[in-house]
């Protein structure tokens, strides 16, 4: 992937994470503080773009005051780049509109507005100094701060829609967004650039997040991000891409398949790119490993099979078996009799052949 990136100045560059886990009239939330400070780790570390004196961490703030001002007196002294993140309870007044749980916030539409942080105030106190403003908020219906006037010219990046609750794992002792966006930060995009940008870290969630545990609910609802862009704000980096120049090694072209592979898992069809964009990814994937590993060699084979696999999932047996089957052929020259790889070939082969209309007619 081709990216014009651009990377904030560490000299003029501010970063706010809030986080709320603890609550007097709501359920206690320690994933969303633990996945507030790894965050904050992360964007001050080595991999980072921010200077670590300049990267302030807000846990349990007792006002709305309090955050506001916290947020506007650093906004006041970045230049380049502005960051705010929030992390915690995600409420709606009577009216419909977001606000932002505090440890005294009233579970009740009648009593947010005065006991919860209104996310148009938090937005606002950004200001427009800085020359790239960005909000990150981890919380339930985040996505109705893409209403908000003073959302008009930031980048925004919500961990759901307007409609759908944020999700935690307990497992992990994180917040599902933190998980994702974290394991994007330390695992990176082996074809991708060499710092992560904004639009490719919200693609890749929007693909990780969605897709749903074989164990949830028939009514599970996975959570969807969102994403505005500013002018050029989808090409800010905010981090180091460990994975960077891997793209066409082993362990690169492996992890690039299972990136694919895991949007035909996702149950939820409201996105329908998913499993066209899979097929035209492994095409491609196929086509780097024939180039830098060879045609024959058994990775490559694994990578067309699984390509074929998937053309078969989305156009059916006759568009699969016109892939599997010379392939079948080529692996049973080319790999030992009683491999792993030439019998997973064979089994899909077998698969498809059995789903074909010819394989029922009589003899």
């Known amino acids: 992937m081709n990216h014009r990136v651009l990377r904030p100045d560490p000299a003029g560059s501010w970063a706010v994470l809030i986080a709320v886990g603890r609550y007097a009239d709501l359920p206690d939330m320690p994933e969303a503080v633990a996945s507030m400070e790894l965050l904050a780790d992360r964007l001050s570390g080595p991999d980072g773009g921010f200077d670590p004196a300049r990267v ?155 897709q749903i545990p074989t164990s949830a609910p028939r009514r599970y609802q996975a959570p969807v991000p969102q994403q505005r862009t500013v002018d050029a704000s989808g090409h800010l980096a905010l981090f180091r891409n460990p994975a960077h120049g891997t793209s066409c090694t082993e362990p690169g072209l492996r992890a690039r398949a299972a990136f694919a592979y895991r949007q035909f898992a996702i149950r939820n069809q409201r996105q329908p790119w998913h499993r066209p964009q899979a097929v035209a990814l492994l095409a491609d994937i196929s086509a780097d490993a024939a180039r830098s590993l060879g045609p024959d060699h058994p990775l490559t084979l694994q990578l067309v099979n699984a390509h074929g696999h998937a053309v078969g999932l989305l156009h059916g047996p006759a568009a699969a078996l016109a892939l599997l089957e010379p392939l079948a052929a080529r692996a049973a020259l080319r790999l030992p009799p009683g491999s792993a790889e030439l019998a997973t070939i064979n089994a899909t082969l077998q698969e498809w052949s059995d789903q074909s209309p010819e394989s029922h007619h009589p003899r």
Do not use: M, N, W
Request: glycine share 8%; proline share 6%; net charge negative.
């Open 56 to 210: 302030l961490r807000v846990v349990d703030p007792e006002s709305a005051r309090e955050v506001a001002d916290r947020v506007a007196a650093a906004a006041a002294r970045a230049t380049d780049t502005f960051l705010v993140h929030y992390a915690g309870h995600g409420v709606t007044s009577t009216a419909g509109h977001l606000h932002l749980g505090l440890p005294g916030t009233l579970d009740d539409p009648d009593h947010v507005p005065r006991t919860a942080l209104p996310v148009g105030a938090l937005l606002a106190a950004v200001g427009q100094r800085a020359a790239h403003r960005i909000a990150v908020l981890d919380c339930c219906f985040a996505g109705l701060a893409l209403d908000e006037p003073a959302a008009a010219d930031l980048h925004l990046l919500t961990a759901v829609d307007r409609a759908r609750k944020a999700l935690l794992d307990k497992d992990t002792g994180l917040t599902r967004f933190g998980e994702e966006l974290l394991r994007l930060c330390q695992e990176g995009v082996p074809d991708g650039p060499a710092f992560l940008p904004l639009d490719l870290i919200h693609h890749h969630l929007a693909v990780t997040l969605a």
